[in-house]
């Protein structure tokens, strides 16, 4: 096992409890999303040029359009006719009077939106505004495996957070999830599409740690279905891929894997793209508990150009998932996060550019709609997104036959840190609300 492994897959310190937004002056917009192509001809749903931060605003059916982004640029950035600019500022200080709320609300085809900051009237959009189906509308925040709603924007680091109670007006959309996304596991483990016939109850077990409630059951179960009782859950997968070259990347495997994109196989025990310079993406088929989780490999050898990575969240049943990418084109380039809807790739979070060296470890956190990607245990970059939810599968993949990628682990992030809405000294400390004020 490569030693450099085994000081990343841990991961470091998670975000501090709050860090403000940054000073600069920048410009808040929405408008479409922009389409171009990877170096595989393959499309792309991108930020348009010249933006730093983005938070998809698409409904599930209109990940593969345009639809609407909220989109952040410097100051000395214009976006071009067909972005509505809502502010030009500081996020959380720029005033919304109710002709710009109004517009706002326009643009997004709602009645109204809440608010007396840019800032307030996005936490508004993205929690009471957002639609738990996913039908009409982009889903809610969900909370972090510690508790929190947080919301990240790049240009600006962490911009809002929020210690979820199950009381809160927020928690209704949040509760609708999970009821949701339990129902989808208990199907397909009752079908035989999960392995354990028990798994929607080691994930019921998962919650109960996660929200800090002895009776997960009496919340997160929907009210039609039967109630059952927590099953203690597991944690971790691994493959090391140390067996021989097969064409099949299942045979001799600790678990099934899906080669659900191009192909894949073992070459010098290691993880391989069987199709030369075509894509492969590997599911791999064993389910963990909690759809808060990490994925992290070892790119042990790469090509002169193209991409490997991981995958988290991933779907049982599409090509849906989030990644974390490491491009070599042919020796520095950027290291991306994206996420794929159906077979639809969208671009996510701030690239970053720098050099891709042979045994770099790279990590992908999916943790509620926080999105955060590692290089050899440092963090790169951290998004919001709220598109995938209760996925409990991950994977790896690479774009060339010359990239090799090593010591594949995923596993639940464990729930951790306070007790959701806990007490200070009588005082009830809501994710940085301390006696009704922002604490920074």
């Known amino acids: 096992m490569n030693t450099k492994w085994r000081k990343a897959i841990n991961g470091p310190a998670l975000d501090p409890w709050f860090l403000p937004a940054r000073t600069t002056l920048m410009r808040y917009c929405l408008g479409p999303w922009t389409q171009n192509f990877d170096a595989l001809s393959r499309p792309i749903w991108r930020a348009p ?72 009237c996005l936490v508004d959009l993205l929690t009471l505004r957002a639609d738990p189906t996913g039908a009409t ?45 339990y129902r989808r596991i208990r199907q397909d483990a009752l079908e035989g599409r999960t392995p354990d016939p028990e798994q929607h109850r080691r994930v019921l077990d998962a919650l109960g740690e996660k929200y800090r409630v002895a009776n997960p059951e009496d919340y997160f179960i929907p009210p039609d279905l039967p109630k059952q009782t927590r099953l203690k859950h597991s944690t971790t997968i691994s493959d090391d891929f140390n067996r021989a070259d097969n064409t099949n990347i299942s045979t001799g495997a600790p678990f099934s894997w899906t080669e659900v994109d191009g192909d894949s196989s073992i070459a010098g025990n290691a993880y391989s793209n069987g199709g030369g310079a075509t894509f492969g993406v590997a599911r791999a088929d064993s389910d963990l508990s909690s759809d808060d ?22 779907s049982s049943s599409a090509f849906t998932c989030y ?58 970059d951290t998004a919001t997104d709220t598109t995938h939810t209760g996925y409990l599968r991950s994977g790896v993949g690479a774009d060339n036959s010359a990239w090799r990628i090593d010591d594949f682990e995923a596993g639940d992030l464990a729930a951790g840190g306070n007790p959701i809405g806990r007490l200070i000294s009588g005082t009830l400390l809501r994710g940085g609300i301390l006696s009704g004020r922002l604490a920074r």
Not at 108 to 120: K, M, W
Not at 149 to 175: C, F, M, Y
Not at 297 to 305: E, F
Not at 361 to 368: A, P
């Open 137 to 181: 509308r982009w889903k809610p925040l969900m909370p972090t495996h510690r508790g929190n709603l947080e919301i990240h924007l790049g240009g600006h680091s962490l911009i809002w957070q929020k210690r979820l109670t199950l009381a809160d007006p927020e928690a209704a959309n949040v509760i609708f999830v999970v009821q949701e996304n």
């Open 323 to 380: 990644n974390a990418y490491a491009f070599n084109n042919p020796t520095t380039g950027p290291w991306a996060t994206t996420k794929v809807s159906a077979g639809a790739n969208t671009g996510i979070g701030s690239n970053t550019a720098t050099t891709v060296t042979a045994n770099d470890v790279i990590r992908l956190e999916v943790d509620g709609s926080t999105i955060r990607r590692y290089k050899n245990g440092g963090l790169q």
């Open 293 to 314: 989780m990490y994925a992290t490999a070892v790119l042990a050898t790469i090509g002169a150009s193209w991409t490997g990575g991981v995958e988290a969240r991933f």
């Open 49 to 120: 040029a010249g933006v730093v931060g983005s938070i998809d605003l698409r409904s599930l059916l209109a990940q593969n359009s345009p639809g609407l982004g909220f989109f952040t640029t410097p100051d000395a950035v214009t976006l071009p006719v067909g972005y509505l600019e809502i502010a030009q500022g500081q996020i959380d200080k720029f005033l919304m009077n109710t002709a710009r709320r109004s517009a706002l609300a326009q643009k997004l085809g709602l009645a109204d939106v809440s608010g007396a900051t840019l800032l307030d």
